[in-house]
C-alpha cells in the first residue's frame, strides 16, 4: 500500500449540489501537485441529501478520494477530528466543501510548509456575499477570544489549514469532546505562519452555520480556552455583595439617624431583581462549565463511523480505531510469519529465530 504524502480532509453536510464541481476542482488540485502523492478524505457527518451517493461515486472513479460516513450527524469539528485520524500523509490540509475557500490556496500552503512551517493557516483578507452582521460578529467574536485566553489564536481565520505530520500527531493526544480545532491546533505551538487569501462567495446550498449554531460554537471556543467567565462570576459577585451591603448600610443610616420611613417599593423590587439576577447569571456560567465536565466524564467515542469507501477495510465500522486496527495487524505480521517459518524449521511453534533456522 501506497502511502500518501499530502492528506486533504474535506468535512461534507448535505453539499450534493456543490460535490461535482469540488470534485474537479480537486482532482485538478492533485495533478498540479503531482508527482507526489495525494489523498482526499470526505466525512460524510450524517448527510440528509445526496451527499452519500456523490462521494461513493467519486471513491469509485478515482483511487485519490476516500469517504467515511458517519452513523449520524456529529458536527463539523468532529468531522474535521476524523479526517485527521484516518490521514497518512506527511502533511494534513483541512477544507470546507462549499468551495468558499478555493482548494488553489493549497499550493500556496504547501509552498510555506516546504519553507519550514509546521502549521500554515489561511487568513481571510475579504470575505465575499457576508453580512455586515456577520462579518461584525465574526470580527468581534476573534478579538474578544484573543483578549480572553493566553493562546494565540489568529483572528480572521477559520479550519482552513495545513499540518505538518509531527502537529497531527500531537493533536491526536487531545480528546475532549467540546473542540474548537483552530483554537487547538494554535494552543499546541510549533511553527506557525499564514497566508492571505480571499473568501468567495457561496455557490451552492445555504450556510450550515445558522446564529444559534454560531452561538454555540463560540461558547465552545471560549469555555475551551478561558476561565475568565469564572472570574466574571467571581466579580459579579463581590459586585452585587458590596452593593447589597452599602445598601444595608444607608437603609439602617436612615431608621436610626432621620426617622424617617423609607418609602416605595420599586427600589426595594429593583434590588431584589438585580440580585436574583446576577445569581442566575453566575449559576448559569457555572452550569456550562460544569456540563462540560459531565460529557468528558462519560467518556464516549468522539463519533461512531458506519462505514468506508476506498480505505485498506471498507465496510461497517462501530468506532474511530480503524487506523489503530490496521497498524496492529502491521504491527503482528512479523510475529505471525516468525510462527510460520518457525513451524517449518524445527516443526515447533513459536518466535522466529534466524540462527536456528
Not at 32 to 52: L, M
Not at 128 to 142: D, H, N, P, R, S
Not at 310 to 318: H, I, K, L
Request: net charge neutral; aromatic share 10%.
Amino acid at each position: 500500500m501506497i502511502v500518501p504524502n499530502h492528506s486533504i480532509v474535506v468535512p461534507v453536510y448535505n453539499e450534493a449540489e456543490g460535490i461535482p464541481t469540488l470534485v474537479k476542482r480537486l482532482e485538478q488540485l492533485a495533478e498540479n501537485i503531482k508527482p507526489e502523492t495525494v489523498e482526499i478524505i470526505f466525512i460524510n457527518d450524517g448527510s440528509k441529501d445526496k451527499s452519500a451517493e456523490a462521494l461513493d461515486s467519486a471513491a469509485a472513479r478515482n483511487s485519490i478520494f476516500k469517504t467515511i460516513h458517519f452513523s449520524r450527524n456529529f458536527g463539523h469539528q468532529l468531522a474535521i477530528t476524523a479526517g485527521i485520524e484516518l490521514a497518512q500523509g506527511k502533511t494534513v490540509t483541512v477544507i470546507d466543501a462549499d468551495l468558499q475557500d478555493p482548494p488553489e490556496i493549497i499550493l500556496e500552503l504547501l509552498a510555506k510548509w516546504r519553507e519550514g512551517f509546521d502549521v500554515v493557516y489561511a487568513v481571510r483578507r475579504s470575505r465575499v456575499g457576508e453580512t455586515k452582521f456577520k462579518l461584525w460578529t465574526a470580527k468581534l467574536f476573534y478579538r474578544l477570544l484573543r483578549k480572553l485566553t493566553d493562546v494565540d489564536i489568529p483572528v480572521d481565520t477559520g479550519d482552513f489549514r495545513l499540518m505538518d505530520r509531527k502537529v497531527v500527531n500531537s493533536f491526536l493526544r487531545l480528546r475532549e469532546r467540546h473542540r474548537f480545532v483552530r483554537g487547538m491546533v494554535a494552543w499546541l505551538g510549533f511553527r506557525q505562519t499564514g497566508i492571505l487569501y480571499d473568501r468567495a462567495e457561496r455557490e451552492f446550498c445555504e450556510t450550515h452555520y445558522p446564529f444559534k449554531k454560531m452561538i454555540k460554537f463560540a461558547f465552545d471556543g471560549i469555555t475551551s480556552f478561558s476561565t475568565v467567565p469564572l472570574r466574571l462570576a467571581t466579580y459579579l459577585g463581590l459586585m452585587s455583595a458590596t452593593m447589597a451591603l452599602l445598601m444595608g448600610i444607608w437603609t439602617l443610616y436612615i431608621k436610626l439617624f432621620t426617622g424617617e420611613a423609607i418609602q416605595g417599593w420599586a427600589s426595594v423590587m429593583l434590588v431584589v431583581l438585580f440580585l436574583g439576577g446576577m445569581q442566575l447569571v453566575t449559576l448559569g456560567i457555572f452550569g456550562e462549565y460544569l456540563g462540560r465536565v459531565y460529557d468528558e466524564g462519560k467518556a464516549r467515542p468522539l463519533f461512531l463511523i458506519a462505514r468506508t469507501v476506498g480505505f485498506m477495510r471498507d465496510g461497517p465500522e462501530d468506532s474511530k480505531d480503524l487506523p489503530k486496527k490496521i497498524d496492529d495487524e502491521l504491527e503482528d505480521l512479523p510475529k505471525r510469519l516468525g510462527e510460520v517459518l518457525n513451524a517449518e524449521c524445527d516443526g515447533k511453534r513459536g518466535v522466529y529465530d534466524s540462527k536456528k533456522c
